[in-house]
């Protein structure tokens, strides 16, 4: 337990980069801006979810709130893994440095898959307590049923871990045969993303009953997670026994999976750790380049080749292009009964240019990219390039990235909406806005805040401070729009210009002033 | 004038401590010179500062007869710099990583074709630069960085423990390449903790403690009638 707890501490000093936290020259502003964040991180999901609590117990549906939070917060854990888990449990690379330490191999999961449980614990925890509070306000006194409920808590990650994790295996074994496995693993992943999602759909929207709402509404809960059924008042047996078979099976799941997958994780590791060994042919008939060509394409290359960066910075461009293939492809009332939007056109003549926004606004690897660079930093650093010429690279693939999506959605936008100019205007050109401050805030505050010393990817794409703050004031750029909608007498689209206009200022003046650096 | 000139170098970390303190040495066409210190004494500091990967505090730095805080890029056009664990882009192969370094010191298609040639052949790589630099071991990312050093012909090359992972053959080829750049009007600067080779291969040496430095000039001068690990030894105790 001790060598569990030693692995664990390790792990998260490591992972958080909390000595060179503490040992940063900017100590203070790191620690108020990862505070602020976490804080607003904090408040939004307590919010969130106490606000849905409480819609349910308002249509006296609050036996309701356990399952659901439940089933919310195991279906994030179930995603969340899945885009991480074979960067963590498998192919990290201390494993062959741990490997060679007199540990079991069962305390080395063990401490992997803790780590793993911890992050995904924080969003159980948050999801289970807030609604949970809302849940005992509403609910007559059970002291049993609640001690049980908040137990829980500790063992809702589990089952959701092991599975995201298997298939995160599935994923590994399937593109291990292939020549260029990191392609193959990204297609893969996506397609079991999908998978999750229409198998979640199907759950949600089968036997729904509309004149019985509770009914209704358990149904589309335990959908998504048919575990979160044990939440349920059942007349076969009590709450608080439902509960206990939860947990229980919870823990068993999850001793298990721990056993099967020491029994051959070494070749599991190996595989995930496997690089692409092709070859690309002689040095003939590659030309000479520009500077900034050469260092575009080594940027081009270096993202496609991160099955992290991929899967989780290029989500938001990969979800705008699958909506608008759909859009081309599909009769829009149909389009609007999937999404649950009576008037499509409506709808999205007045949303189209905010969607689009939110969704590049998702998609930032310029927040990682220099991180990105790790050991490899010196490279640049003693060439003779200028800053302004390395983050212009960086910031092109960005932009192109966005670029793919955002000329599709527009085509697909401008090709099946019924618009006026105005609305035609605004959905080409607030999405560009927002694509530019996104990729500049995300370079500028990653310029600041680098990290080279990284021995995992998923360090810098998706738990960095670049990263995590990126996402939340460019996602808070989108809301504000509509959040001032509600609050003042003015259009949403007229608030969006306002907003676009002004970020798109700010992300000018945080570029020169960016490049103006000697040092990167 | 002299190829490089460091004038009261100064560097001090985030947490206070003085990595290298008030150094001065000056580095001449022709010169092979061994930079020699214990481990922590402030090599790869300096060596760093040098070639623009830190910033320093006080001091100076100039490069060709240009200052690496007022014109970075004419310093780094003139100079190649080798890590002592020469991390490269993995997911490149070796003839990407040469041609991606050649297109950033804008070296023409003839002159990189001619170097790959000349020194892909003579550290025995030309058959492995087709593969990823992922699938290499140590000593073949070493000599593709060497290559990729070479690819501009620099007046001035600077290696941080070059010799670390090199199998003997490889070690004498860099040795002759190093020769062969000096006897061309270009300078090397080099760290090492291999005193031999300092002693054999140099024509001039300095050596730092704890970020000052205690000696710096000719080699026979600095050691005099004893060995250089005795003199080395003399000034570490």
Same mark, same amino acid.
């Given at each position: 337990?001790?060598?569990?707890?030693?692995?664990?501490?390790?792990?998260?000093?490591?992972?958080?980069?909390?000595?060179?936290?503490?040992?940063?020259?900017?100590?203070?502003?790191? /620690?108020?801006?990862?505070?602020?964040?976490?804080?607003?991180?904090?408040?939004?999901?307590?919010?969130?979810?106490?606000?849905?609590?409480?819609?349910?117990?308002?249509?006296?549906?609050?036996?309701?709130?356990?399952?659901?939070?439940?089933?919310?917060?195991?279906?994030?854990?179930?995603?969340?893994?899945?885009?991480?888990?074979?960067?963590?449990?498998?192919?990290?690379?201390?494993?062959?440095?741990?490997?060679?330490?007199?540990?079991?191999?069962?305390?080395? &999961?063990?401490?992997?898959? !803790?780590?793993?449980? !911890?992050?995904?614990?924080?969003?159980?925890?948050?999801?289970?307590?807030?609604?949970?509070?809302? $849940?005992?306000?509403?609910?007559?006194?059970?002291?049993?049923?609640?001690?049980?409920?908040?137990? +829980?808590?500790?063992?809702?990650?589990?089952?959701?871990?092991?599975?995201?994790?298997?298939?995160?295996?599935?994923?590994? !074994?399937?593109?291990?045969?292939?020549?260029?496995?990191?392609?193959?693993?990204?297609?893969?992943?996506?397609?079991?993303?999908?998978?999750?999602?229409?198998?979640?759909?199907?759950?949600?929207?089968?036997?729904?009953?509309?004149?019985? %709402?509770?009914?209704?509404?358990?149904?589309?809960?335990?959908?998504?997670?048919?575990?979160?059924?044990?939440?349920?008042?059942?007349? #076969?047996?009590?709450?608080?026994?439902?509960?206990?078979?939860?947990?229980?099976?919870?823990?068993?799941?999850?001793?298990?999976?721990?056993?099967?997958?020491? #029994?051959?994780?070494?070749?599991?590791?190996?595989?995930?750790?496997?690089?692409?060994?092709?070859?690309?042919?002689?040095?003939?008939?590659?030309?000479?380049?520009?500077?900034?060509?050469?260092?575009?394409?080594?940027?081009?290359?270096?993202?496609?080749?991160?099955?992290?960066?991929?899967?989780?910075?290029?989500?938001?461009?990969?979800?705008?292009?699958?909506?608008?293939?759909?859009?081309?492809?599909?009769?829009?009332?149909?389009?609007?009964?999937?999404?649950?939007?009576?008037?499509?056109?409506?709808? !999205?003549?007045?949303?189209?240019?905010?969607?689009?926004?939110?969704?590049?606004?998702?998609?930032?690897?310029?927040?990682? +990219?220099?991180?990105?660079?790790?050991?490899?930093?010196?490279?640049?650093?003693?060439?003779?390039? +200028?800053?302004?010429?390395?983050?212009?690279?960086?910031?092109?693939?960005? %932009?192109?990235?966005?670029?793919?999506?955002? %000329?599709?959605?527009?085509?697909?936008?401008?090709?099946?909406?019924?618009?006026?100019?105005?609305?035609?205007?605004?959905? %080409?050109?607030?999405?560009?806005?927002?694509?530019?401050?996104?990729?500049?805030?995300?370079?500028?505050?990653?310029?600041?805040?680098?990290?080279?010393?990284?021995?995992?990817?998923? /360090?810098?794409?998706?738990?960095?401070?670049?990263?995590?703050?990126?996402?939340?004031?460019?996602?808070?750029?989108?809301?504000?729009?509509?959040?001032?909608?509600?609050?003042?007498?003015?259009?949403?689209?007229?608030?969006? $210009?306002?907003?676009?206009?002004?970020?798109?200022?700010?992300?000018? &003046?945080?570029?020169?002033?960016?490049?103006?650096?000697?040092?990167? | 004038?002299?190829?490089?000139?460091?004038?009261?170098?100064?560097?001090?970390?985030?947490?206070?401590?003085?990595?290298?303190?008030?150094?001065?040495?000056?580095?001449?066409?022709?010169?092979?010179?061994?930079?020699?210190?214990?481990?922590?004494?402030?090599?790869?500091?300096?060596?760093?500062?040098?070639?623009?990967?830190?910033?320093?505090?006080?001091?100076?730095?100039?490069?060709?007869?240009?200052?690496?805080?007022?014109?970075?890029?004419?310093?780094?056009?003139?100079?190649?710099?080798?890590?002592?664990?020469?991390?490269?882009?993995?997911?490149?192969?070796?003839?990407?990583?040469?041609?991606?370094?050649?297109?950033?010191?804008?070296?023409?298609?003839?002159?990189?074709?001619?170097?790959?040639?000349?020194?892909?052949?003579?550290?025995?790589?030309?058959?492995?630069?087709?593969?990823?630099?992922?699938?290499?071991?140590?000593?073949?990312?070493?000599?593709?960085?060497?290559?990729?050093?070479?690819?501009?012909?620099?007046?001035?090359?600077?290696?941080?423990?070059?010799?670390?992972?090199?199998?003997?053959?490889?070690?004498?080829?860099?040795?002759?390449?190093?020769?062969?750049?000096?006897?061309?009007?270009?300078?090397?600067?080099?760290?090492?903790?291999?005193?031999?080779?300092?002693?054999?291969?140099?024509?001039?040496?300095?050596?730092?403690?704890?970020?000052?430095?205690?000696?710096?000039?000719?080699?026979?001068?600095?050691?005099?009638?004893?060995?250089?690990?005795?003199?080395?030894?003399?000034?570490?105790?």
């Amino acid at each position: 337990m001790n060598r569990i707890y030693l692995l664990l501490r390790t792990q998260i000093i490591n992972y958080f980069s909390l000595n060179e936290m503490k040992q940063s020259k900017n100590k203070k502003e790191m /620690i108020i801006i990862v505070g602020l964040s976490l804080a607003m991180l904090l408040i939004f999901f307590c919010i969130y979810n106490v606000l849905t609590a409480q819609a349910l117990a308002r249509m006296g549906e609050q036996d309701l709130i356990p399952a659901y939070m439940v089933a919310v917060s195991s279906f994030a854990t179930l995603i969340l893994t899945m885009l991480r888990s074979n960067g963590i449990l498998f192919g990290s690379r201390d494993m062959d440095m741990l490997l060679a330490l007199p540990v079991k191999l069962h305390e080395l &999961i063990s401490s992997k898959f !803790l780590f793993m449980y !911890l992050l995904n614990f924080i969003f159980s925890f948050l999801f289970m307590v807030s609604g949970g509070i809302v $849940w005992i306000m509403h609910t007559p006194w059970d002291i049993l049923q609640f001690a049980l409920y908040f137990i +829980s808590i500790f063992f809702v990650p589990f089952i959701p871990m092991c599975l995201a994790s298997f298939i995160g295996l599935l994923v590994v !074994l399937a593109s291990s045969h292939f020549k260029n496995r990191n392609i193959f693993s990204l297609i893969f992943s996506f397609a079991a993303l999908g998978l999750i999602g229409y198998i979640s759909y199907l759950g949600m929207h089968s036997g729904n009953n509309i004149e019985d %709402l509770g009914a209704m509404l358990a149904s589309q809960v335990t959908g998504l997670y048919p575990l979160s059924k044990l939440f349920l008042k059942h007349t #076969v047996f009590p709450a608080s026994v439902g509960l206990g078979i939860f947990i229980a099976i919870s823990a068993f799941v999850f001793v298990l999976f721990i056993r099967l997958v020491s #029994v051959k994780y070494d070749t599991l590791n190996a595989l995930a750790s496997t690089s692409s060994k092709y070859t690309a042919g002689g040095g003939a008939g590659i030309k000479k380049q520009s500077q900034f060509a050469a260092l575009y394409k080594k940027e081009f290359g270096r993202f496609f080749n991160s099955y992290m960066a991929v899967l989780n910075t290029g989500l938001g461009v990969i979800m705008l292009s699958l909506f608008s293939i759909c859009l081309l492809i599909m009769p829009l009332d149909r389009l609007g009964q999937y999404v649950g939007i009576e008037d499509m056109n409506g709808f !999205l003549s007045t949303y189209a240019p905010i969607l689009i926004a939110a969704m590049l606004s998702l998609s930032c690897p310029a927040a990682s +990219s220099i991180s990105l660079e790790g050991k490899n930093i010196w490279i640049l650093q003693s060439a003779p390039v +200028s800053v302004r010429q390395i983050l212009n690279s960086k910031l092109a693939v960005n %932009l192109t990235l966005h670029g793919f999506a955002y %000329l599709l959605a527009v085509a697909s936008i401008m090709v099946r909406l019924k618009m006026n100019l105005f609305q035609n205007v605004s959905v %080409l050109l607030i999405p560009i806005a927002y694509s530019v401050f996104t990729a500049v805030f995300g370079i500028a505050l990653n310029k600041k805040y680098p990290n080279y010393a990284w021995g995992n990817e998923m /360090i810098v794409v998706k738990q960095s401070l670049p990263v995590i703050v990126t996402n939340m004031v460019c996602m808070t750029t989108v809301a504000l729009p509509v959040l001032l909608h509600w609050l003042l007498p003015v259009s949403i689209i007229s608030l969006a $210009w306002i907003i676009a206009v002004i970020i798109f200022i700010a992300a000018i &003046i945080m570029y020169q002033r960016t490049c103006r650096a000697t040092f990167i | 004038m002299p190829i490089l000139e460091i004038k009261n170098l100064t560097k001090t970390f985030s947490n206070k401590k003085k990595a290298v303190d008030n150094l001065t040495l000056s580095i001449e066409a022709g010169d092979i010179f061994g930079f020699i210190g214990a481990n922590g004494a402030g090599k790869t500091t300096t060596l760093k500062a040098v070639v623009g990967i830190h910033s320093f505090d006080e001091g100076e730095i100039n490069i060709d007869g240009h200052s690496i805080k007022k014109d970075p890029l004419a310093c780094k056009a003139v100079l190649a710099y080798i890590p002592d664990n020469p991390d490269l882009y993995e997911h490149l192969t070796g003839y990407q990583y040469i041609h991606f370094v050649a297109d950033l010191y804008n070296v023409s298609t003839s002159q990189r074709a001619q170097a790959i040639k000349e020194y892909g052949d003579l550290f025995e790589m030309t058959p492995n630069l087709g593969n990823v630099i992922s699938s290499y071991s140590h000593g073949m990312k070493q000599r593709t960085a060497i290559i990729s050093a070479l690819v501009h012909s620099p007046k001035l090359l600077i290696l941080d423990e070059p010799f670390v992972g090199l199998d003997p053959k490889a070690t004498f080829l860099l040795k002759q390449v190093i020769k062969e750049c000096v006897s061309n009007g270009g300078a090397i600067f080099f760290s090492t903790h291999v005193l031999d080779v300092v002693e054999k291969l140099c024509n001039k040496v300095a050596v730092i403690k704890t970020g000052k430095l205690i000696a710096s000039g000719p080699i026979e001068e600095i050691k005099g009638n004893q060995s250089l690990e005795a003199f080395f030894m003399e000034v570490e105790s």
